[in-house]
């Protein structure tokens, strides 16, 4: 870094890149932090030291953290359960956790987790985002749940068309979703801004112009709105609501942290991430954020590609976007009081919509149909009950229809010369196919010597040993010659009471 630096080409590009950032942060931290019911502030105080501390740590150059509408459903959840000063407390111990899971070289395992399972997490995240927002855009309360949320849409639809301020803010909303999907469709020289900050200061100065009556974002300074957690809180974190939480936001956070690591690694040539370290950066940002009182921090792949593709090279551009957060929020704190809120829900219902890959779905139903059924299941198990409960759902079909898929076994049954039968088994021999393979065995005649060739299965696992032992005493019980069992290549199998010794089953076989 410190070499790159001494070249003023890389200087002069990365404190480019930084003001590119700072503009597609500065309405990002803001809307995440009001749809998660915690003052605007503290979203700032986030994306500040996720450029401040994070940025300065190893892991991965180029990527950039701060506050996640992927946690806004989690967050908000967190706060109306808990209250912001538990909040605090949750994100502290999350960041621990993140420590130490990166001290104990943990960053490389979450690689391993199924891609459907977090595609499926982030567009669930992605539609409760939505729904919730869409109420925000109509300056109306929304309901709590998936379920009542979308329970909940038709009597919005009705209070739109009938009540004079619930369709102006949304107008005004739906003005933003407008501006932020015809953005990237403009000549290259407009686009220089960032989208979202576009939208949001057309939003604002529309609202500013026609003095329109809507709700805008209450400012109380920077100061003001960090609080940190007392020992009481702490306190709080011994139920078991709280340490589902707790996992939910180290499981979530790191995942997607990482996930957007090795996105951002694709987008360029530069030093690659070292994953426990990132993991680390990550976990001291989030004990730093709890401390605060502020809002949970991830690597954020918008901000990030914003980053490389503004040509940065160096941390430095992550390190001074947190310098310029710290000084908007320090000098023009009023400058966020004018935002409409209905602007700010706009950003967050297009941010959600990026979050469900409706482009995917089709080609993965196509090729991979295991995983797109994954996929639905996960965002619809976000969707109806939370967040934890949703991931850990989608956790468990991977492993499910993974094991299923690596134990292929087939059953294979000839008779010899004499009255011999030889049933073959190959594949993986394991509980999940456990039922198929007695049901076969339980089929042949108990009046003929049986020999069951087990040297073409890879695996054999305990519950299938068993289970065969002691169908062959049942079949031995029948007066018949002992059942001969050939063991696998790859390790042998014990000798089975069935049939005795090794000696004691050639003898009857011969």
Not at 271 to 285: C, H, S
Not at 438 to 444: A, D, P, S
């Amino acid at each position: 870094m410190f070499t790159l630096l001494k070249d003023k080409t890389v200087v002069r590009r990365d404190i480019l890149a930084s003001l590119v950032v700072f503009l597609v942060a500065l309405p990002l931290c803001v809307g995440v932090a009001v749809a998660s019911g915690v003052p605007a502030e503290l979203g700032l105080v986030t994306g500040i030291v996720g450029g401040l501390v994070v940025g300065f740590l190893p892991g991965s150059a180029l990527q950039v953290s701060g506050p996640a509408a992927g946690l806004t459903v989690l967050v908000y959840e967190a706060v109306q359960e808990f209250g912001l000063g538990v909040l605090g407390a949750i994100v502290l111990v999350s960041g621990l956790l993140q420590l130490a899971l990166g001290a104990f070289g943990f960053g490389r395992w979450f690689r391993a987790i199924s891609v459907a399972v977090v595609q499926g997490m982030l567009a669930g995240i992605g539609l409760v985002l939505v729904l919730g927002q869409v109420y925000a855009m109509a300056d109306t309360a929304q309901p709590s749940g998936g379920p009542g949320k979308i329970a909940g849409l038709p009597g919005l639809v009705g209070d739109i068309f009938t009540n004079g301020t619930a369709l102006t803010a949304f107008a005004i909303g739906a003005g933003t979703i407008a501006v932020l999907v015809l953005w990237p469709k403009l000549p290259a020289r407009v686009r220089v801004v960032p989208g979202p900050l576009a939208a949001v200061a057309l939003a604002t100065g529309v609202t500013l112009l026609l003095d329109l009556s809507i709700a805008k974002v209450e400012v109380k300074g920077l100061l003001e709105s960090i609080s940190p957690p007392g020992l009481g809180e702490f306190g709080e974190l011994a139920s078991v609501a709280a340490i589902g939480s707790v996992l939910a936001f180290t499981l979530i956070a790191s995942a997607e942290s990482l996930f957007s690591a090795a996105a951002v690694d694709r987008m360029h040539d530069g030093p690659r991430t070292d994953y426990n370290k990132e993991l680390m950066a990550q976990g001291v940002g989030n004990t730093i954020c709890g401390a605060l009182g502020a809002l949970p921090m991830t690597a954020v792949i918008v901000r990030s590609a914003a980053n490389v593709q503004a040509g940065a090279r160096t941390p430095l551009s992550r390190i001074l976007h947190g310098l310029w957060l710290l000084l908007f929020a320090a000098l023009l704190p009023a400058a966020i009081g004018i935002i409409p809120l209905a602007a700010l829900a706009g950003v967050l219902v297009h941010a959600g919509c990026k979050l469900v890959p409706f482009k995917d779905i089709v080609p993965l139903w196509r090729e991979h149909r295991g995983e797109a059924i994954i996929l639905g299941i996960t965002a619809v198990a976000v969707l109806v009950t939370n967040l934890f409960e949703g991931v850990i759902l989608g956790l468990l079909l991977a492993v499910v229809k993974t094991a299923w898929e690596i134990s292929h076994l087939h059953v294979d049954v000839h008779e010899l010369t004499g009255g011999r039968m030889v049933v073959s088994v190959t594949g993986n021999a394991t509980f999940l196919r456990l039922p198929r393979i007695m049901e076969q065995l339980e089929e042949l005649p108990k009046d003929r010597p049986i020999e069951l060739d087990l040297s073409g299965v890879r695996h054999l696992d305990h519950a299938c040993r068993i289970s065969l032992e002691n169908w062959a005493l049942r079949h031995n019980d029948a007066e018949t010659e002992p059942v001969k069992m050939l063991p696998p290549l790859a390790a042998s199998v014990p000798e089975t009471a069935a049939a005795g010794s090794e000696n004691d089953s050639r003898a009857g076989a011969s």
